[in-house]
């Protein structure tokens, strides 16, 4: 067995693309998410993100779960993809929701990095973050979700000092992606849908796939002297102002 990597989040839009990219370029893909679902990887772990937050026992037992499926090579990658999008007005947020959006977005990935740490420098391997466009420049509504995937910018760029030439880490900040739960919030808007992508100096939103690739660069060794970068794959619209005129 080479090269293996665990992605979260794995039956969401971005995780399936994930899952299917590095199974097609010749890795062993541990998926994992909450519930059973068609992310297609070669093995798949059914956790919580949240309780691995909160039950150090339930933690224990995950890292034992993925550690069972590497040998003396220890694991190549590791993809936190995995999020929750809780909306909401600053008057409306209430402190639940900021406990759910940081345990899930930032809290996670780094117990994730830490518990599996010594797979990782076995392996002198690597980690991605899936931050967000949201992590620069965000919306109303946006307050917890915004606040947790800059953070999580923040702790790549953290974590890359001070894990040096162990480990490197990166995040992506992806755009508007067409994931099956974007696309279903516009069915029946195809006007409003075409605004979105007219937005984008690019003309469109990104392709799951087109997120995958970035990650599956990142790992590579053609990403070798890169470490504590958020690269933006958002089709342009971080750079583009919209002024009325």
């Known amino acids: 067995m080479s090269r293996t990597i665990l992605i979260t989040g794995a039956n969401g839009g971005i995780g399936q693309a994930l899952c299917r990219t590095f199974l097609e370029a010749g890795y062993y893909v541990i998926a994992s998410d909450k519930s059973a679902g068609?992310?297609?990887?070669?093995?798949?772990?059914?956790?919580?993100?949240?309780?691995?937050?909160?039950?150090?026992?339930?933690?224990?037992?995950?890292?034992?779960?993925?550690?069972?499926?590497?040998?003396?090579?220890?694991?190549?990658?590791?993809?936190?993809?995995?999020?929750?999008?809780?909306?909401?007005?600053?008057?409306?947020?209430?402190?639940?929701?900021?406990?759910?959006?940081?345990?899930?977005?930032?809290?996670?990935?780094?117990?994730l990095i830490?518990?599996?740490?010594?797979?990782?420098?076995?392996?002198?391997?690597?980690?991605?973050?899936?931050?967000?466009?949201?992590?620069?420049?965000?919306?109303?509504?946006?307050?917890?979700?915004?606040?947790s995937k800059s953070a999580l910018v923040g702790m790549t760029k953290a974590m890359a000092v001070d894990l040096g030439a162990d480990v490197r880490i990166n995040a992506i900040c992806p755009g508007a992606t067409a994931t099956p739960m974007l696309l279903a919030g516009f069915e029946g808007k195809e006007q409003e849908f075409q605004q979105l992508s007219n937005m984008h100096p690019l003309g469109r939103i990104a392709q799951p796939e087109e997120i995958a690739n970035v990650a599956l660069f990142l790992v590579s060794q053609q990403a070798s002297f890169i470490t504590g970068a958020s690269l933006s794959v958002d089709g342009g619209i971080g750079i583009r102002l919209h002024d009325p005129v």
Request: hydrophobic fraction near 40%; proline fraction near 3%.
């Open 38 to 111: 068609n992310c297609g990887g070669n093995a798949f772990i059914q956790a919580d993100i949240e309780t691995i937050c909160n039950d150090s026992e339930y933690r224990t037992d995950f890292f034992a779960k993925v550690c069972s499926y590497l040998d003396e090579q220890g694991l190549f990658a590791l993809v936190n993809n995995a999020a929750i999008q809780i909306l909401g007005k600053t008057e409306e947020i209430q402190l639940n929701h900021w406990r759910q959006t940081l345990d899930t977005n930032l809290v996670a990935p780094f117990l």
């Open 114 to 147: 830490q518990g599996l740490l010594p797979e990782l420098k076995k392996a002198k391997g690597s980690v991605v973050n899936i931050a967000s466009v949201h992590a620069i420049n965000t919306k109303p509504g946006f307050v917890c979700y915004a606040t």
